[in-house]
């Protein structure tokens, strides 16, 4: 029933955005093996158009290597906040790392939603059939968009690209149920525009920073 739910709104998003990658990777010279794979390897929409701009521009390994990571970085406190939701005991550790290997911005989202009103067992299974629903959908979606490129003006393109991270922001609004949610998202917002102009290729990773610290400083006392 979770994946069913899955393939509504957030998997159509991500289904557009993915054939937006796939134009993309095509207009910037890669074969559609190449595109596929980054998809496949990847499973996270901005990594993957830093990858494939780092490509595109000659950059070294090394440095195509930064800057996917520094894209990679706001995964990791997702990864912290949704790992002891579905912890059990007695649960292996590789079982929870290759668990980690799926968290993606989607993914996060609708299982963050949904898993603290399931019980305990189901929550695993839940988890994995979200993104092993969104998973294919967005390698089908990229093999599409990458055979329509020649049919897609730039434009739509660029406007695919767009709807994944629009409807992030308007998920975590929706699922802000405390006052600190909300906070962290509206310190973004304001952050987010100054820390791409002053440090650029570190913006996302300071206004999550600064933007999350902020908020719980000012949410702090009404805790205490």
């Known amino acids: 029933m979770g994946a069913a739910r899955v393939l509504g709104i957030p998997g159509l998003v991500l289904f557009a955005s993915f054939l937006g990658f796939g134009a993309f990777a095509r207009a910037a010279g890669l074969d559609i093996f190449q595109s596929t794979f980054i998809t496949i390897a990847v499973f996270a929409l901005p990594g993957q158009v830093v990858l494939v701009d780092q490509i595109t521009t000659g950059a070294g390994l090394a440095a195509a290597t930064v800057a996917v990571t520094l894209t990679a970085v706001r995964l990791l406190p997702m990864t912290v906040a949704i790992m002891p939701v579905m912890r059990r005991t007695g649960q292996p550790v590789w079982r929870q790392l290759l668990l980690s290997h799926f968290v993606a911005v989607t993914v996060w989202i ?106 719980y400083l000012a949410t702090r006392s009404k805790r205490s």
């Not at 994995?128 to 967005?138: Q, R």
């Not at 490129?149 to 393109?157: N, R």
């Not at 310190?187 to 791409?196: A, I, K, N, T, V």
């Not at 002053?198 to 999350?212: F, M, R």
């Open 110 to 215: 609708e299982s963050m939603r949904r898993l603290p009103d399931l019980e305990r067992h189901l929550r695993v299974p839940y988890f994995v059939g979200v993104s092993s629903t969104l998973w294919p959908t967005c390698i089908v979606a990229t093999v599409l968009g990458y055979l329509m490129a020649g049919e897609v003006p730039v434009a739509v393109s660029a406007a695919l690209l767009l709807l994944t991270p629009f409807y992030f922001l308007i998920s975590m609004l929706t699922a802000a149920r405390e006052r600190i949610d909300l906070l962290a998202v509206i310190f973004g917002l304001g952050l987010g525009p100054l820390f791409f102009i002053y440090t650029p290729g570190l913006d996302l990773l300071w206004t999550g920073l600064v933007g999350g610290t902020a908020a």
